[in-house]
């Protein structure tokens, strides 16, 4: 690999921010002396101080009249521009644009977020796991169902599953369907909104038989037995759209957020007329009680 040459696109990526500047002389003199940023009203920031705070995504946006938040949820828009309004859940809004690398976002050595900040992010993310254990199965067989559904959206695993000529392809997809509504009744979580973090098989406890050979003599062969185990994540939408390199797998990521809030929204209009439903039927319980009394 050519190091020399991705430190000199890094560099001119740097320079080439524009969009930084622009959404930097947006922000108000409580925003930017929140960020720790000196000077006030738009003038110009330092270009490294800039980059370092978007990567950190702890700029605070003034013009957000058309995003409606709620300190306990995470929200998240699409302005007509492309760009994407987020708040976290610590209520701190920050925008992604639809291309932050400028001239090379599709480049191959562009820019990354530094690890850091990434595995800071993840940790925070809820999970659920999954098992199932004992099945009569070599584990190196099963382990490529497995490693096939590993690394996706839990609606993408669940929908490839279903054409992958496997034997214990239905399975792995069972296990997956399974953990996703224990999400969904733990956390509140919809498959929309999770991804297979973890998905590996090992060995399990083997069966010893004898194996007939040639001129007399018998062998050892063994039974295979294997576990499976399943993490389901969070997806961190805005990180996700932060890492993606191209301009196509953005909005495809942007897709997947808008799909997630959306039956997100749903889910919660749901549940609120199912809990209206259930007072209903306790108040129904109460007058009955108070008359027979």
Request: charged fraction near 25%.
């Amino acid at each position: 690999m050519n190091f020399g040459l991705v430190n000199r696109m890094a560099n001119l990526a740097i320079r080439n921010n524009s969009f930084i500047r622009s959404q930097i002389s947006r922000t108000s003199s409580t925003a930017l002396s929140h960020a720790g940023l000196s000077g006030s009203g738009p003038s110009p920031v330092p270009k490294m101080q800039s980059l370092q705070q978007f990567q950190n995504q702890s700029i605070t946006i003034r013009d957000l009249s058309t995003v409606t938040h709620h300190a306990k949820t995470e929200s998240m828009s699409m302005q007509q521009d492309g760009t994407v309004i987020a708040t976290g859940p610590d209520g701190t809004k920050y925008s992604i644009p639809l291309k932050p690398l400028g001239n090379f976002n599709q480049k191959r050595h562009a820019p990354k977020i530094a690890p850091r900040i990434v595995r800071s992010r993840t940790n925070k993310l809820r999970t659920v796991d999954g098992r199932n254990k004992n099945i009569r199965h070599s584990p190196w067989r099963l382990n490529l169902v497995c490693q096939f559904a590993a690394g996706q959206t839990v609606d993408d695993a669940l929908m490839q599953l279903q054409f992958v000529n496997k034997v214990k392809a239905p399975l792995v997809r069972s296990l997956i369907h399974g953990t996703a509504n224990s999400a969904k009744m733990k956390y509140g979580l919809l498959p929309s909104q999770l991804e297979v973090a973890e998905c590996f098989a090992t060995h399990g406890t083997h069966l010893k038989r004898l194996k007939t050979m040639g001129r007399g003599r018998a062998g050892k062969m063994h039974r295979r037995f294997s576990h499976v185990r399943l993490v389901l994540r969070e997806i961190d939408f805005p990180l996700k759209i932060m890492q993606c390199t191209s301009v196509n797998q953005r909005k495809r990521w942007v897709e997947k957020m808008e799909i997630g809030l959306k039956d997100q929204a749903e889910y919660r209009k749901e549940k609120e007329e199912i809990e209206a439903l259930e007072r209903e039927v306790e108040e129904m319980k109460r007058k009955k009680e108070a008359e027979s009394n």
